[in-house]
């Protein structure tokens, strides 16, 4: 579970052990993670690329340069790519390079791009293990924040006994996801996410609504199941679905409604997110029957819809968190601000509904957060998803452990 949708590169060294690795990439594979290996020369020797290419459903790389096609692997662009990388089994020759800085092939160079965590299976000869260069040498590692996932011990391919068998593969996909189990910030929080458009009934085949998709809301209540927490999204009417078993979706369709369903769970929340479009007014009649054509012109009396994130502004509690959003056509920064003290906010999230690429409808956003502290953050135009997780890291920033 913990493994769904990460990118882990898999370095295989020159050892026997690397047949295991051959175990590990289907575990991966199973866990719901994209594999793709790099093998060094010697590797080869003991298993075929072919046995990573199929089980991984990736191209295995070993050179720079492929010269039948031509292509060049960037070490660079793999470690940008990987959310992880496990090198199983470790050589001690690799080990020492990966120590020394030593980039001498395609899986050494791409240990020193790599941006995310990385982690070393090592597996050699009892002696060659227990050796104090070797041991060393995986100090270094570890000194440096790799995660050493340490060899067995038992029978070794040179007859002798002792440690220096690699982990299995099912000890080293648990050491993996154990630590991306631990990268859950939002873990035993709740957090409640409005999302999409309301309607508001004029009859009963009519209604007052708007263009919102829900995109932003739903991302928001991704990111924060992402980050471990429980999350109830409040949605209004949407085509989108929620696949995340942490999100506790309830389906609404009027602002009453949302209301009704934000204040029986408020409570529970360490953090609101006010995503949704909310109508400011609703025909003050609904009538009964569907309303007849007249050739007379008509008028529909509309009323004020209650403001939710004023609501939920009045009952919040110190250590609450409370996120509204400002979508504005004019004067952006000047109304948000009066929306964050209004709503007794603790940031406004201000978009511009007439911008390209932001605002209602769209995959991308552009936003500024604007914090009751005055403070202005201004964030490029990024995918929905990407703008959640700012958002979502901003909150963490105000859940400190005190204020819980
Ligand atoms: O006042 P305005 O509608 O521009 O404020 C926008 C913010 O307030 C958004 O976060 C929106 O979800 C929230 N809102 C609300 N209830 C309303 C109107 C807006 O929660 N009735």
Known sequence: MSLKGKNILLGVTGGIAAYKAANLTRLLVKEGASVKVV??????????????????????????????NGEWHSHVKLG???????????????????ANGIADNLLTTSYLSMRGKVFVAPAMDLD????PTTRQNIEALKSVGNIIIEAESGELASGLNGKGRMAEPETILKAMSDY????????????????GPTYEKIDPVRFIGNYSSGKMGFALAEAAAE????????AGPTKLTTLNP??????????????????????????AVMAAAVADYRPAVQAEQKIKKGSAPMTIALESTPDIASTLGKMKRPGQVLVGFALETENGVANAIEKLKKKNLDFVVLNNATEAGAGFNCDTN?????KNSGEQIDYPMKDKKLVANDIINQILLLLTPEKQ
């Open 180 to 195: 991306f189990e631990s990268d859950k910030p939002l873990q035993g929080r709740t957090v409640l996410v409005t999302a």
């Open 80 to 98: 940008v790519w990987a959310d992880a990388m496990i090198v199983a089994p470790a050589t001690a020759n690799t080990i020492a390079k990966m």
């Open 128 to 131: 060659m293990y227990a050796h």
């Open 246 to 271: 942490l999100i506790k979706r309830v389906d609404v369709e009027s602002a009453q409604q949302m209301l009704d369903a934000c204040s029986q769970h408020f409570n529970d929340c360490n953090a």
């Open 227 to 234: 980050a471990g927490a429980n999350v109830i999204l409040v």
């Open 39 to 68: 093998m060094t020369p010697a590797a080869k020797q003991f298993v075929a690329p072919l046995t990573f290419a199929t089980l991984s459903q990736n191209p295995v790389l070993t050179e720079f340069f492929n010269p039948e």
């Open 366 to 370: 552009h936003i500024t957060i604007i």
